[in-house]
């Protein structure tokens, strides 16, 4: 009996192709106690209403499903779904295959089996979006295929014009696969549409109750897992991209009752991992996929302690702003470093196979960014009235997170380079010169402003020489120039003497205290430096 058969008639409409269901919340006209005395069918939990029907989940769980006809554009699906398939034709299996073996371990938002059953049977069961987007982000992998290799590439601006087309027509009787297609749309080295596209799946998730705790409701197991990796994959991109466009994140903890993933949720294991060279490890990209979901929630700290309007404000009427700085930041910091000096030791950088590829590079690259925010927002609070001691312990803290991040990258390998990257990565790669820059604006001394225009320069250099491995470094190189390329021309064109330097006109350290170059290493009075801490881990 097929996968999905045997639990259709308990399957959330959100997953059935002829039906949509949006959840009813605490506030909605419907109230929880009136859509209580309704009578439920028994088997599918269900009562008919005016239009289409109220389903009960949980205790006071409930959804209004519609039928999928009375929406705009359904009538095409078929004919985009035809399209879709014309455009890949005849690599179409070969192109999911490839998606499978690279994307899928390293960002598990799929459910690998009913996926391949559906496809075995039609591609016409599918959302065209996710279709499309499952296509778009196999074909950057291309030659890992002996079978495509060769050949021609299909037209990836097509695929792309019809994906981000059906998304919107979809988003109107949206499911889980709605979200599925999105999140997979925004992977893309090349996506541009990353806030205002982020912000409308968050609401499509909450339409689909995605921020509710399902482990109650009467779905398949296999169901609740999905709905708990998208719900936490869809938190990250919230997260991420908050970060990335500055903006304040949608998604709120106060209204987040999600559980955290188990090994359950996940149906895939080693078993189920593809032998072929230049595939991932699929218990590493299970490990990889929660830890990255646990540092992402330190930086939701990162970014409501140190850069909400709130804390701001809090900040700003303090007496002391780097002393407030520091007391918020400094609980996430030993969070952060007691998260990766537990980090397992598979994710480590150096725990790479032969023949396969390794996701981790992006899960350390994002424990650099969050530490670089959270440093970032410290650096920026220091002024000619902070004391001269605190200046010099906040700096070295900083220096070191920068002297990391930087070594980190020249550490990377093709294992790493050429494998699934998150969507941030090309932006936290430039947020590390970004802060070099930071860090050279405000030297408090010649010498350190030396120091960190020559890190820049260099840093700069590489990620240029370095992004023919991989599109995204390409991207990422392109970004860095347009935050720091003017600076480092105006450096250049004036004698590095000449250069003016805010914190050092207004406090130069004072003699009697070793303030000097040297000294700008960490100490053991740094609130956040590690003493065991290895700089090369």
């Known amino acids: 009996m097929p996968f999905l058969t045997c639990v259709h008639g308990l399957t959330m409409a959100s997953l059935q192709n002829h039906r949509y269901a949006k959840y009813i919340g605490p506030t909605d006209e419907h109230d929880f106690a009136l859509l209580d005395l309704r009578l439920y069918d028994d088997i599918?939990?269900?009562?008919?209403?005016?239009?289409?029907?109220?389903?009960?989940?949980?205790?006071?769980?409930?959804?209004?499903?519609?039928?999928?006809?009375?929406?705009?554009?359904?009538?095409r699906?078929?004919?985009?779904?035809?399209?879709?398939?014309?455009?890949?034709?005849?690599?179409?299996?070969?192109?999911?295959?490839?998606?499978?073996?690279?994307?899928?371990?390293?960002?598990?938002?799929?459910?690998?089996?009913v996926y391949l059953e559906k496809y075995a049977r039609t591609h016409r069961e599918f959302s065209p979006p996710l279709l499309a987007a499952v296509y778009i982000l196999a074909l950057n992998w291309w030659s890992y295929s002996s079978e495509l290799a060769k050949l021609n590439k299909p037209d990836v601006a097509e695929l792309e014009d019809i994906a981000y087309r059906t998304l919107q027509d979809v988003s109107y009787r949206a499911k889980l696969s709605t979200v599925q297609a999105g999140l997979l749309l925004l992977q893309r080295p090349n996506s541009n549409q990353g806030w205002q596209l982020t912000s409308q799946l968050v609401a499509i998730g909450q339409d689909l109750g995605l921020h509710l705790d399902c482990s109650n409701w009467r779905v398949p197991a296999w169901e609740k897992g999905l709905r708990k990796r998208l719900a936490w994959a869809l938190f990250m991109q919230d997260t991420w991209s908050a970060l990335i466009y500055g903006r304040p994140p949608h998604i709120s903890m106060t209204n987040w009752?999600?559980?955290?993933?188990?090994?359950?949720?996940?149906?895939?294991?080693?078993?189920?991992?593809?032998?072929?060279?230049?595939?991932?490890?699929?218990?590493?990209?299970?490990?990889?996929?929660?830890?990255?979901?646990?540092?992402?929630?330190?930086?939701?700290?990162?970014?409501?302690?140190?850069?909400?309007?709130?804390?701001?404000?809090?900040?700003?009427?303090?007496?002391?702003?780097?002393?407030?700085?520091?007391?918020?930041?400094?609980?996430?910091?030993?969070?952060?470093?007691?998260?990766?000096?537990?980090?397992?030791?598979?994710?480590?950088?150096?725990?790479?196979?032969?023949?396969?590829?390794?996701?981790?590079?992006?899960?350390?690259?994002?424990?650099?960014?969050?530490?670089?925010?959270?440093?970032?927002?410290?650096?920026?609070?220091?002024?000619?009235?902070?004391?001269p001691y605190m200046i010099q312990i906040c700096r070295s803290a900083a220096k070191a997170r920068l002297i990391s991040a930087m070594d980190f990258f020249n550490r990377l390998k093709p294992e790493h380079l050429q494998s699934f990257w998150y969507f941030a990565s090309k932006f936290n790669f430039a947020l590390i010169g970004t802060f070099a820059g930071l860090c050279f604006v405000s030297s408090v001394t010649q010498e350190e402003a030396e120091f960190y225009q020559r890190r820049l320069q260099e840093y700069r250099w590489t990620l240029r020489v370095s992004n023919k491995s991989a599109e995204f470094l390409e991207i990422a190189s392109g970004i860095l120039e347009s935050a720091v390329g003017a600076l480092l021309k105006a450096a250049d064109s004036i004698d590095s003497k000449g250069i003016s330097f805010p914190m050092l006109q207004h406090h130069a350290p004072p003699e009697d205290e070793d303030i000097a170059m040297e000294s700008f290493y960490p100490s053991a009075d740094d609130p956040f430096y590690d003493q065991n801490m290895n700089l090369n881990a």
Do not use: C
Not at 53 to 68: I, L, T, W
Not at 86 to 93: L, M, N, Q, S
């Open 44 to 75: 599918k939990g269900e009562s008919p209403a005016d239009q289409g029907s109220f389903r009960k989940v949980g205790p006071n769980e409930f959804f209004h499903q519609y039928a999928d006809a009375d929406s705009p554009n359904h009538f």
């Open 77 to 113: 699906e078929v004919e985009e779904l035809d399209n879709i398939e014309r455009i890949v034709a005849p690599h179409g299996e070969a192109l999911i295959r490839l998606y499978f073996r690279i994307v899928h371990p390293s960002f598990p938002i799929l459910h690998k089996k």
């Open 257 to 387: 009752a999600v559980h955290p993933v188990i090994s359950s949720d996940f149906p895939e294991s080693a078993a189920d991992e593809d032998g072929e060279d230049g595939s991932t490890e699929v218990e590493k990209g299970r490990t990889l996929f929660s830890a990255m979901i646990t540092l992402t929630k330190m930086l939701a700290e990162v970014l409501e302690a140190l850069y909400s309007l709130k804390a701001e404000n809090e900040v700003k009427n303090s007496y002391d702003t780097t002393k407030a700085i520091l007391e918020r930041a400094k609980p996430i910091q030993l969070k952060l470093r007691s998260w990766y000096a537990d980090m397992p030791e598979a994710l480590r950088m150096d725990a790479t196979r032969v023949g396969k590829l390794s996701s981790v590079g992006y899960l350390h690259l994002a424990y650099f960014a969050t530490e670089i925010t959270l440093h970032r927002r410290v650096i920026r609070s220091l002024d000619h009235n902070t004391d």
